[in-house]
């Protein structure tokens, strides 16, 4: 593996080749392109986006369309005229993919301690734990390009859009904003329809069995049928542990021989509540466990802080067909500016870019991991969402 020379001591490089020979990778470029195969491969984006080829464009596409019901055929004379049928209306959106950027940095104080290792007593340098430190700290940076595609993706699933904050992207762009134009009907609140009751369900008198139900009637009534209904971890907490929810449960597996005091009081388990909500016909409920960590703006020190955050929007149920909800719109990494003092790899099947960095004035090498994409929703006429948070006027 050829490093270059001249820029930071070659006993760094040497050290660093040696490390990745000992790992069997005979180049850093292969060690890119081979080192993380299958290692993010069941990363939660991929069980809810399919993943598009890649473009050379940077302009993800959007197709919003009528839903397609076919109408039925008329009959006329032997002789007559075939009643003609209407285009369905498909509108494109197509606008530039957002780029996501993360890296590390090796500096001087670093490497003094790494090159210790050689010189002292002569000794061979562990190179299995520069491996491991060196592993570690790329897989960071992979892992930390899946993280925001799985946050932006169930950002877009559970409220039709994906908006920058001081607290979702700290240090980065705020007000960002990729609307994919949710049609406002789609939208509705607690209360809604026939069988639920018009309170959030922070009440006591709120129904959310009933608003379950009338998600299930406005998918067939929109010729949409609801396949799966999805909810965070919070709102799964809020629907079981309602007391309308446990009460009607408590009855069916009591067969009604339970007193009306003790209804809230009686112990029912998560699968008896689903069998109870599959029994009356409601489509089965996937709960989406999430939690990611981010770098947070605080004011008050002005600096930048890791805090916790749900991709998922609190007090939001959506209901949509099952299966995957959209795909992985991507362009590929441009690497036409890689020199021997800074190269450029590709990792994760070409869609990372890994920029190795040298900064000779800071006395730091880096290393750089970009993407460009964002995650694409099908038709969002077929995705239905309840704000459990308000009630219907």
């Given amino acids: ?64 369309g009528e839903k397609s019901v076919p109408v039925i055929a008329r009959y006329v004379a032997y002789d007559g005229d075939a009643p003609k049928i209407g285009t369905d209306t498909i509108e494109i959106n197509a606008k530039n993919m957002p780029r996501m950027k993360l890296a590390f940095d090796t500096n001087e104080k670093s490497m003094d301690e790494l090159q210790k290792l050689i010189q002292q007593m002569n000794a061979m340098p562990n190179y299995s734990q520069l491996l491991e430190q060196f592993i570690l700290n790329t897989t960071k940076l992979i892992s930390g390009i899946h993280n925001q595609i799985t946050y932006t993706g169930l950002q877009i699933l559970s409220t ?53 139900l009338d998600l299930m009637q406005l998918g067939e009534d929109n010729f949409t049928p609801v396949g799966v209904i999805r909810m965070n971890k919070a709102t799964w907490y809020v629907l079981k542990n309602h007391v309308s929810t446990r009460s009607a449960v408590a009855i069916q597996i009591t067969g009604g021989a339970i007193d009306a005091s003790n209804l ?12 109870h909500l599959e029994g009356l016909g409601i489509a089965p409920i996937e709960v989406i466990d999430d939690i990611f960590t981010v770098s947070a703006f605080d004011p008050a020190t002005r600096s930048l802080k890791k805090k916790k955050l749900r991709g998922f929007a609190d007090n939001v149920v959506v209901a949509s067909p099952a299966g995957k909800v959209g795909e992985l719109q991507w362009s ?23 920029k190795q960095l040298i900064d000779t004035a800071a006395e730091t090498m880096s290393f750089e991991a970009e993407f460009t994409g964002i995650t694409v929703p099908n038709n969002v006429n077929d995705l239905l969402y309840l704000d459990i948070s308000q009630a219907a006027s």
């Fill in 160 to 212: 039709g859009k994906y908006t920058s904050t001081e607290v979702n992207n700290g240090g980065g762009l705020v007000g960002l904003e990729f609307d994919f134009q949710v049609p406002a009907d789609n939208k509705k609140k607690a209360g809604f329809g026939s069988y639920g009751s018009k309170y959030a369900w922070s009440s006591d008198s709120a129904y959310p069995i009933g608003d379950l």
């Fill in 1 to 64: 593996m050829a490093f270059p020379t001249g820029t930071i001591d070659s006993s760094m490089y040497a050290l660093l080749q040696g490390a990745l020979a000992s790992g069997g990778y005979d180049s850093m470029k292969v060690y890119f392109e081979t080192a993380f195969a299958d290692k993010f491969s069941q990363v939660k984006w991929t069980q809810l986006y399919d993943e598009a080829a890649g473009s050379v464009y940077k302009e993800y596409r959007q197709t919003i």
């Fill in 264 to 275: 809230s009081k009686y112990a029912v388990t998560d699968a008896q509540i689903t069998m």
């Fill in 332 to 354: 590929f990494p441009n690497t036409s500016f890689g020199t021997a003092a800074n190269p450029i790899y590709v990792t994760e099947g070409g869609k990372v870019k890994i």
